[in-house]
């Protein structure tokens, strides 16, 4: 029998799994990844809200034995058994992220990420890290966010209690090093080069600094190259014996195994690990634009790039819902509203993408059109224009009256569809789902009811994304960055 807290857990609208995707699945500009012995996820063709999960009858999600528990010292667990692959899935989340940081340790959560997979512990070296890592076949990983970083591993059943022991080592057991640190810097230092050199990365990038003005979303998950060139090893001591600890830790683990037995083993390696709790500000909700920004930056590309972004609902706000089913109508679904009407007799662009990012202290509608340059002022009067419209569009058959219902487009059920289906393939994701829950588990608001994601979704109704729509895209506050050929710039 599941406990019903866990039950409860688990049939929640895991919000703060969509966390994860602005971790794990959303575009690269945006996500910080250090992976090992696996290629990247192509995460740009895969719809950004994937982070939920169901029980009940659904026949996708395999029955099985589920435990939920705290470990003495501070460490949240949970436990799911998924017997359909023989494969063993965890997660360990730190709540740690570019948020935690200052103009002093901008960059300090992505270096040690990297730090953490590649260089080693006080009981063996990079070296024999990546050697242990090969010998079982084991998919390894980390990401950093604004909010969390994720430490994720994936291996065959029977190696389970290699994994364990290998993740408590890495995150528990850091060893610092000046001169690996120094060369963990060049390749960090490389990395943000290359994502400089990435026009929508760049430019997203423009837009959280703008739109998150003084709130510490706008710091780049990145970090500075000031700041990572002077990062010392005492420094990185602090900030890493600071957070990494395990009251400020969970760890999901999902797979083929005897819910009892692994409970013992995750007692076993994690339960005598020591730590201070940690007191962490309070961070506000971040506020809207006073005004405009607009920002043209030169790049060596050879088509212009124009990126919208404005304010949009944190993950504990009922309002993502909508802003999920209208995001997809509008510049995600296989004929969106807003790629016709810029690709029109006018031609304006070329493509037309749209993505929410979805933060606990607020989100980010964002807009990507790649065009000819020549297009860029008229491109963005159309699509403000088209953007200020939307809550008075018709979106589902019931919003016509007479004939032209019978012919009018259903875009409401087709996202609805389309994010179910989403939803499904995500299910059968183990590593996905142990991330899903390590995240909720740090982000989750303390005594807020929950709803099922999908029945939140199928809930919604045309006049609920109208409404939506009046919030957050109606407003004449947006951030306009506009990438435009020219000049390598030097930032």
């Known amino acids: 029998m599941r406990p019903k807290s866990l039950k409860k857990l688990m049939k929640t609208n895991v919000a703060a799994a969509l966390s994860l995707v602005q971790i794990l699945l959303q575009p690269e500009e945006r996500r910080s990844s250090a ?12 719809v950004i809200f994937l982070g939920f999960m169901m029980f009940g009858n659904s026949p996708l999600y395999p029955e099985g034995e589920t435990s939920s528990f705290r470990l003495a010292n501070g460490l949240r667990v949970c436990l799911v058994e998924k017997n359909n692959v ?14 935690d940081e200052t103009a002093e340790t901008s960059g300090l959560t992505h270096i040690l990420e990297h730090y953490i997979l590649f260089r080693g512990t006080e009981l063996r070296s990079g ?50 090093d000046q001169a690996a640190l120094d060369q963990e810097k060049e390749v960090i230092l490389e990395e943000i080069s290359h994502w400089e050199d990435d026009p929508k990365g760049y430019a997203l990038s423009l837009v959280y600094q703008h739109l ?9 998950v990145f970090g500075t190259k000031e700041v990572i060139q002077g990062i010392t090893v005492e420094k990185m001591e602090q900030f890493y014996r600071r957070f990494f600890t395990p009251s400020n830790c969970s760890l999901a683990v999902v ?8 409970e013992g083993q995750v007692r076993s390696v994690f339960g005598e690990i020591t730590g201070k709790s940690l007191e962490k500000p309070a961070y506000s909700q971040a506020r809207p634009l006073a005004k405009n920004v607009e920002l043209t930056v030169e790049m060596d590309v050879n088509k212009a790039y124009l990126v919208i972004g404005t304010l949009a609902p944190g993950y504990s706000s009922p309002d993502q819902y909508p802003v999920d089913v209208l995001t997809e109508i509008l510049g995600r679904s296989i004929n969106p509203m807003l790629y016709s009407a810029l690709s029109g007799d006018r031609r304006l662009v070329e493509t037309v993408n749209m993505a929410y990012y979805v933060h606990k202290y607020g989100g980010v509608i964002a807009v990507f059109l790649t065009l000819d340059p020549k297009n860029i002022g008229a491109a963005k009067r159309e699509a403000v224009d088209f ?24 875009f409401l059920a087709g996202a609805k569809n389309q994010i179910r289906r ?25 005594g807020r009811e929950e709803v099922p994601y999908l029945d939140s979704i199928d809930k919604v109704s045309s006049s609920d994304l109208r409404e939506a729509a009046g919030k957050y895209l109606c407003r004449s506050e947006y951030v306009f960055i506009s990438i435009i050929p020219g000049k390598k710039s030097q930032r």
């Open 422 to 446: 989403s939803a499904y393939r995500a299910q059968e994701r183990g590593l996905l789902v142990a991330s899903s829950l390590a995240s909720f588990m740090l982000l989750k608001e303390e």
């Open 387 to 410: 953007l200020r419209k939307t809550r008075t569009k018709n979106y589902a058959p019931e919003d016509f009256s007479g004939e032209e219902k019978l012919y009018a487009f259903d």
């Open 212 to 220: 998150f003005k003084g709130h510490p979303y706008q710091n780049p």
């Open 35 to 46: 992976m090992s012995w696996t290629p990247k996820i192509n995460s740009s063709l895969l």
């Open 127 to 176: 070296s024999e890290v990546s050697r242990d890592i090969r010998r079982h076949g084991a998919y390894f990983n980390a990401h950093t966010g604004e909010d969390l970083s994720l430490f994720e591993i994936s291996v065959p059943a029977e190696d389970a209690a290699f994994a364990l022991r290998n993740q408590r080592e890495i995150l528990f057991n850091l060893k610092l």
């Open 86 to 99: 023989p494969l063993w899935n965890a997660v360990v989340a730190v709540n740690l992220g570019s948020k």
């Open 255 to 262: 797979g083929d195994f005897n819910v009892k037995e692994m």
